[in-house]
């Protein structure tokens, strides 16, 4: 749920709206707002499955609990990486593979 | 090779001070940040800070942030690297880092780290489920993205950070079921802990958590009462709905570039963890390697600030500028001294003496 209206918070604007891909469904997000973010506000909250399902933890980049396939590039931390319009996200599977690596 | 006389790691408060201390003097700086804008923790603070008037006490931290960043932007000795990971130091004293997707390479007269620190993890069952969130995570989704983590918090951690944290959840309208803690007593300032009390959240002393319930994320939690050894007792388990597991259990030091330069460093629990040990410039056993703020101990914005500012001044001195940086320092010492006085001030102040070389 977004915060729409904050007692100290003023800086929370209204940003540009745009359409990503998730598994395979067209969701909205704000641009430059990171993916993660985007996500859990589409109620999303499991990330990839390394046996186990697994969300993010730390926010900020340090811990990669949130590795996902991003525009077909694996390990992509998106609790930082900015969301663009079109991007196309997938859950990973452990390691993920490689872009154009071998199968 | 690109070359710089201080390279900074981290522009939080203590990077920050560091910078403009050094470049005051003279000094030419470059200040790295893998964040998208400067300020560390100090731009999820929405909180009016604890600490001396000097230091910004009574000042939100996110104004704080801005206040320095004001003074940094105005100075041309100070090159700012946002969004800007340093990946390494090599034992040539080559900084390695990544700016943007580009791989990068430079060199420093002296370098000072102001990393910070990151959170800690907590053993319970289950708590790599998707909803088992760090406090400082939370944090920055509600207050620097404005999305909310859910709809109802278990926070873990009556300190500080776990008091502040349930009431900025309450301030963006979730709901806290519960604040739990394995001591016997609320380890954080009684004025923050008044606070949600009196928004009706129960603060649950000698408490642990030992599952996480869920199969794909969060949906509830079992808690049960702990002895005075911290043992679970039998037949005190309690479950919870919550969707929103929160730790708040604190923080250790950013060490891994530390370590990379090779200084000596020791585990010293009130300070967080490992912890390198440091003069009274805050040198390193590293020559020309200088450490401040959550980095060097866990402590507060308020001492980082004017750790920073020592460490900045003493690098530049070294490179031979300023003058009279001696009786400076002598007042921003005396500064630490006077944030350092209470009970908790003292825990550090034990355990830094066992870190000076
Ligand atoms: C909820 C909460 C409430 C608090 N309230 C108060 C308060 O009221 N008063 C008070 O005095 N203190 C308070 N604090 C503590 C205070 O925020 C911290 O002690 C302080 O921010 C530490 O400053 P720092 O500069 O050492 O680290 P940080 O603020 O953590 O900054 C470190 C910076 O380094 C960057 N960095 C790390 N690694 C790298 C790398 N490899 N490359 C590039 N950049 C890197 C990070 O991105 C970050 O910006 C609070 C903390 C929390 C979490
Ligand atoms: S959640 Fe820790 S790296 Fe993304």
Known sequence: ?103 | MLHTEIAIIGGGPAGMCAAIAAANQGARVTLFDRGKRLGGQLVKQTHRFFGSEKEYAGIRGIDIAKILYEEIEKNKLIDVKLDTTVLAIYSDGVISYEEGKSYKRMTSEKTIIAAGAAEKMLLFENNDLPGVYGAGAVQTLMNEHGIVPGNNVLMIGAGNIGLIVSYQLMQAGVKVAAIIDAAPKVGGYLVHASKVRRLGVPILTSHTIKTALGNETVEGAVICEVDDKFNPIPNTDQTIDVDIICLAVGLSPQGELLRQTGCEVKYVPSLGGFVPLRDENLQTTTNGVYVAGDSAEVEEASSAMVEGTIAGLSAAEALGYGTNIVAIKEGFKNDLDVLRSGAVGEKIKSGLKLLSC
């Open chain 1, 1 to 103: 749920m977004r915060i729409k209206k904050h007692p100290v918070l003023s800086s929370i604007v209204e940003k540009t709206e745009v359409e990503f891909i998730f598994e395979g469904k067209m969701l909205k997000g704000y641009e430059g707002e990171p993916i993660a973010a985007a996500l859990h506000e589409n109620g999303v909250r499991v990330l990839r499955h390394d046996h186990r399902p697994r969300g993010f933890f730390c926010a900020i980049g340090n811990c990669s609990s949130c590795l996902m396939e991003v525009n077909g590039e694996p390990n992509v931390r998106v609790c930082v990486e900015e969301l663009r319009d079109g991007m196309v996200i997938n859950m990973q599977e452990g390691k993920g593979k490689l872009k154009g690596g071998e199968e």
